[in-house]
């Protein structure tokens, strides 16, 4: 839950989880060419091009940087917190070429003089030595540098520059869980300090490495620093839900930016909107994104590049409890289940408006779901109806359910209306005991999905192998891989459509005759062994028994 309040100094606090802040990434008004920099960040970024001389980048700088050093320089809080995606050179950008801006200049426009600073990485010997190895090669292969900063020392855990004007800038190094108490420079405290992926693979999976990290920033580095004048710069990629890295940005301490590697995903290539999209395009994200749903790591692929994270913990439903069957044996034994259709329209095809989504559902005697087919896009309301009547055409379910809360209301008159236009014809689903047309769910929807979980955690549900990389799926796998005990991350048009099977009244179909659960069991939606009441079942009256709802 978001707030926002007041600090004693009269810093505004801004208070949000990090679904919050995710949910809110407008790349569109950074990439449209209306964004203007600050005159800091044209600086900067004019200063890394004198740095590489004619060698130059090897790629456009992109609009988040502008923004990030827009805050730099311009923030009134001490502590700023940047939560980017893998490869979002973070480390180039706040500590790699701004150690050498500053030892250049002097001084970091909207704060003053700097002449010592403190760098923290997870280990001297991973992060702070490939930074400074990174620092050391940059200066030995830039004439502008050799220039302006005639004095250079390099050593495993200290830099020290001195510029033509005489000016000094010393950098302390530590890895994230050494001591960084009684530190000075030139015989003072520093005023800047960065912290910069602090948390290594391993520390992410102790308990004690993740408590003495902390402790290094909290209790180390935040009483290291000038008490009169300060600023903390704070850089990482999220490793899961109780690390520092969202913790700060969660807190509503530190002036935070969240910079996920493009708006949403999954998406069309038309929808596609990227934060650094000369450097990652929608096809290398597309191809991680395929090559991690069929290694079954996309809890990866969601925390280092989009910055969501799930906990196995607090998901309501498990990969494992999320079934697989073959599609095509199913579609060759259509007459064998009944067939259902559930629905979430939009009315809207701009990029910000929910999708509209159709699930058609197959039901077999044993009380199991099969998605097989539907719909999802943005797109106006004319469309999502041609897409609807096409897969009642194709599998003539034996009801639609369709939504009829608020607004939507009227697409049952609109359905019917059509239906005469068309002469195509079917049912609506009900969840009226009056029977009246429509679903009328629960408002929360949390609520809503809650009521479908049994059927996952029982075996019931089950999803087409053959299109588990295809891109209607991919918003499926992905919204319900977010839906936890604590709400529903992102969107929830794909799952809504899983929830309504709650409120379908369906029937199942005969069980075929011969059929019994001491059979083979090779039978699709059946786990196999005898079934836990085969020494109660009673054979069946009447065949008409089945199909009383």
Same mark, same amino acid.
């Given at each position: 839950?978001?707030s926002?309040l007041?600090s004693?100094?009269?810093?505004?606090?801004?208070?949000?989880s990090?679904d919050?802040?995710?949910?809110?990434?407008?790349?569109?008004?950074?990439?449209?060419?209306t964004?203007?920099?600050?005159?800091f960040a044209? *600086?900067? /970024?004019?200063?890394? &091009?004198l740095v590489n001389g004619?060698?130059g980048e090897?790629? #456009?700088t $992109? +609009?988040?940087?502008l923004?990030m050093?827009?805050k730099?320089?311009?923030?009134?809080?001490?502590?700023?917190?940047?939560?980017?995606?893998?490869?979002?050179?973070?480390?180039?950008?706040?500590?790699e070429?701004l150690?050498?801006f500053?030892?250049v200049?002097g001084?970091?426009?909207?704060?003053g003089?700097?002449t010592?600073?403190?760098?923290?990485?997870?280990?001297?010997?991973?992060?702070?030595k490939?930074a400074?190895?990174?620092?050391e090669?940059?200066?030995?292969?830039?004439?502008?540098?050799?220039?302006?900063l005639?004095?250079?020392t390099?050593t495993?855990?200290?830099?020290?520059f001195t510029?033509?004007?005489?000016h000094?800038?010393? *950098?302390? /190094?530590?890895?994230? &869980?050494?001591?960084?108490?009684?530190t000075?420079?030139?015989? #003072?405290? $520093? +005023?800047l300090a960065?912290?910069d992926?602090?948390?290594?693979?391993?520390?992410a999976k102790s308990?004690?490495?993740?408590?003495a990290?902390?402790d290094?920033?909290?209790k180390g580095?935040?009483?290291?620093l000038?008490p009169?004048?300060?600023?903390i710069?704070?850089?990482?990629t999220?490793f899961?839900a109780?690390?520092?890295?969202?913790?700060?940005?969660?807190s509503g301490?530190?002036?935070?930016?969240?910079w996920?590697?493009?708006?949403?995903w999954?998406?069309?290539?038309?929808?596609f909107i990227?934060?650094?999209e000369?450097?990652?395009t929608?096809?290398?994200?597309?191809?991680?994104?395929?090559?991690?749903v069929?290694?079954?790591?996309?809890?990866g692929?969601?925390q280092?590049?989009?910055?969501r994270?799930?906990?196995?913990e607090e998901?309501?439903?498990?990969?494992?409890?999320?079934?697989e069957?073959?599609r095509?044996?199913?579609?060759?034994?259509?007459?064998?289940y009944n067939f259902?259709?559930?629905t979430?329209f939009?009315?809207?095809?701009?990029?910000?408006?929910d999708?509209?989504?159709?699930?058609?559902w197959?039901?077999?005697?044993n009380?199991?779901?099969?998605?097989?087919?539907?719909f999802c896009?943005?797109?106006?309301?004319?469309?999502?109806?041609?897409?609807?009547?096409r897969?009642?055409?194709?599998?003539?379910p034996?009801?639609?359910?369709?939504e009829v809360t608020?607004?939507?209301l009227?697409?049952?008159?609109?359905?019917?209306?059509?239906?005469?236009?068309?002469?195509?014809?079917?049912?609506?689903?009900?969840?009226?005991?009056s029977?009246?047309?429509?679903?009328?769910?629960?408002?929360?929807?949390l609520t809503?999905?809650?009521l479908v979980?049994?059927?996952?955690k029982?075996?019931?549900?089950f999803?087409p192998?053959?299109?588990k990389a295809s891109k209607?799926?991919?918003?499926f796998?992905?919204?319900?891989r977010?839906?936890?005990?604590?709400?529903?991350?992102?969107?929830?048009?794909?799952?809504?459509?899983?929830?309504?099977l709650?409120?379908?009244?369906?029937?199942?179909?005969?069980?075929?005759a011969g059929?019994?659960?001491?059979?083979?069991?090779?039978?699709?939606?059946h786990?196999?062994?005898?079934?836990?009441?085969?020494d109660?079942?009673?054979?069946?009256?009447?065949?008409?028994d089945?199909y009383?709802?």
């Open positions: 839950m978001s926002n007041q004693v100094t009269g810093r505004a606090i801004v208070k949000k990090l919050e802040w995710l949910d809110e990434i407008d790349y569109a008004d950074l990439n449209n060419g964004y203007v920099p600050s005159e044209l *600086i900067y /970024m004019n200063f890394i &091009k004619a060698e090897s790629h #456009k $992109p +609009p988040v940087h923004k050093l827009d730099l320089s311009s923030s009134t809080s001490e502590q700023i917190a940047n939560l980017c995606f893998r490869g979002a050179a973070k480390t180039t950008l706040f500590f070429y150690v050498l500053i030892a200049y001084v970091l426009p909207g704060f003089d700097i010592g600073m403190i760098y923290v990485s997870d280990s001297m010997d991973n992060g702070v490939s400074r190895k990174n620092i090669f940059r200066y030995h292969n830039s004439d502008f540098l050799k220039e302006w005639p004095d250079a390099f495993d855990n200290y830099l020290e510029n033509k004007d005489g000094r800038l010393g *950098i302390k /190094m530590f890895g994230a &869980k050494t001591g960084i108490r009684g000075k420079i030139f015989g #003072k405290r $520093p +005023p960065i912290l992926d602090l948390i290594s693979d391993d520390d308990v004690a490495a993740m408590n990290i902390k290094t920033v909290y580095v935040n009483y290291a000038d009169t004048r300060r600023k710069v704070f850089n990482g999220p899961h109780e690390d520092i890295m969202i913790e700060a940005v969660e301490a530190w002036d935070v930016n969240v996920p590697v493009c708006e949403r999954p998406c069309t290539r038309e929808e990227g934060a650094w000369d450097r990652f929608y096809e290398f994200i597309a191809t991680q994104y395929e090559n991690a069929l290694t079954g790591k996309v809890a692929f969601m280092e590049l989009m910055l994270i799930t906990s196995d998901r309501l439903v498990q990969d494992a409890e999320i079934k069957y073959k095509a044996l199913l579609l060759n034994q259509k007459s064998a259902y259709i559930t979430d939009a009315t809207s095809d701009k990029q910000t408006a999708f509209s989504v159709i699930s058609v197959a039901h077999n005697w009380g199991d779901w099969f998605w097989v087919d539907g896009e943005r797109t106006t309301m004319d469309k999502s109806i041609d897409e609807l009547f897969l009642v055409q194709m599998y003539n034996q009801s639609v359910g369709v608020g607004q939507q009227a697409f049952i008159k609109w359905l019917q209306e059509q239906m005469q236009v068309r002469n195509i014809w079917f049912n609506f689903a009900s969840s009226e005991k029977g009246a047309a429509g679903i009328r769910p629960v408002v929360n929807k809503r999905f809650n979980v049994p059927l996952f029982a075996g019931k549900m999803f192998e053959e299109m209607i799926m991919s918003y796998y992905s919204q319900m977010l839906a936890t005990r604590s709400g529903l991350k992102g969107k929830d048009d794909c799952i809504d459509t899983i929830s309504m709650m409120y379908m009244n369906a029937w199942k179909p005969s069980e075929p059929t019994s659960t001491s059979d083979d069991k090779s039978m699709m939606g786990n196999g062994g005898p079934d836990w009441d085969e109660e079942r009673q054979v069946e009256s009447h065949a008409l089945s009383v709802v």
